[in-house]
């Protein structure tokens, strides 16, 4: 396969629908016709690597749609499915196990290839597990909800949380999160989509310890972002339907302020937070400072129009930030078995924080596929 492609690669963009059409004829009459799709998908995630990697130069000499368009028509092809080794599947089939790990380990981005063939293979297992189950595929990310702090110094104050997704980071997410919900279509699942906004940031640990710069009414910071879940579930609802999901992805979208009131945590929480605090490791708090001062930087920075901190009110933020990522890892608990997206960055960071408190609390970690490259 690999000799296949860098013949593509290396000699024009007519030869990549030559080899397509040579695995075709190749797969015609096999006995065992999936090996030639999975090393078909293989191909196409290795060919998307080094085409269009952010970090490279490489470009393939053919445009993007044609190679889409021939990607396409090749794993549609009937004989490339995954679920038999006849030539009669032109009916969709769920995959078999190696074809939907390969499908997953397409999706996953570049990096550790043993690490991301666990998360294929772990990811593989569950969904396969809970196929015949009745209820559909719980799949979580988290959403970082839009703010615009500037507000914060105008006539209406509480209208730094912003209420349409237009600026959302989330709308960056969407193709590929399509493409995930896609592979399992395909393999036959029903999936219930869970997105979680992240709307206690401020009262968790950026205002943890200071307060809020001006005087807010809380009553219309709760209104506002009650609008945002709406219109969220509306943008979700939206892109499935154009994507051709809407019959097979079930939408729900829940603030994390409702999953985790601000009440008296008690005693036996308070010392589950002091445990965790002790926990914290110098190098992990250390990344989480340097991408944290990050967010201030420039004028499209996250934070900007809001003060940055002082160094050591910013480090008792980073620490409040770890235990609130931990005590929300612990609460997704409640709302298992599941399947966590993880969106964020850095990527192995905040797994290790949601992490934290199930793993003192010898619970399992989160299964998870990941978004982005470590």
Known sequence: MERLLDLCLSSGGSDLGGLIDRLRRTTAGSQH???????????????????????????????????????????STPTFSTASGSQEAARPT????????????????????????????????????????PDPLRLAFFVCPPMDYRQLWGPAPESFVLTSVETALLRRHMRRLQDLLAVLVRAGAKVSLLALVGDTDERDYLWRRTGA??????????????????????????RMATAG??????????????????????????????ALRDGLQEAELAQEMAFMRSLWRGDDAYYHGLPCPSEPVLLEAVRDKFITYAL????????????LIQT????????????????????????ALQFYPQ
């Open 33 to 75: 016709p999936h090996h030639i799709a999975d090393g078909l998908r293989q191909g196409v995630a290795l060919l998307k690597e080094r085409s269009f990697s952010a970090e490279g130069s490489w470009q393939l000499p053919i445009s993007k749609k044609a190679f889409r368009r021939l990607v396409k028509e090749a794993l």
């Open 94 to 133: 769920s995959a078999t196990p190696s074809g939907l790990e390969q499908d997953l380990l397409a999706w996953l981005p570049a990096g550790d290839g043993a690490a991301l063939a666990a998360q294929a293979s772990a990811a593989a297992t569950w969904i396969r597990s809970r196929q015949t189950g």
């Open 213 to 238: 710069p001006v005087v807010l009414r809380h009553d219309v910071i709760a209104q506002r972002r009650e609008l945002f879940r709406a219109a969220l579930y509306e943008f979700l609802e939206a």
């Open 245 to 274: 999901l809407g019959a097979s992805v079930d939408i729900e979208v829940r603030n994390l302020s409702a999953l985790m009131p601000d009440t008296d945590p008690g005693a036996a929480d308070n010392d589950l937070r002091q």
């Open 328 to 339: 929300q890892g612990r609460r997704l608990l409640d709302l298992e078995p599941l399947l």
């Open 344 to 367: 964020e960055r850095p990527p192995q960071l905040r797994m290790n924080m949601l992490n934290a408190a199930r793993i003192h609390e010898a619970q399992a970690p989160l299964l």
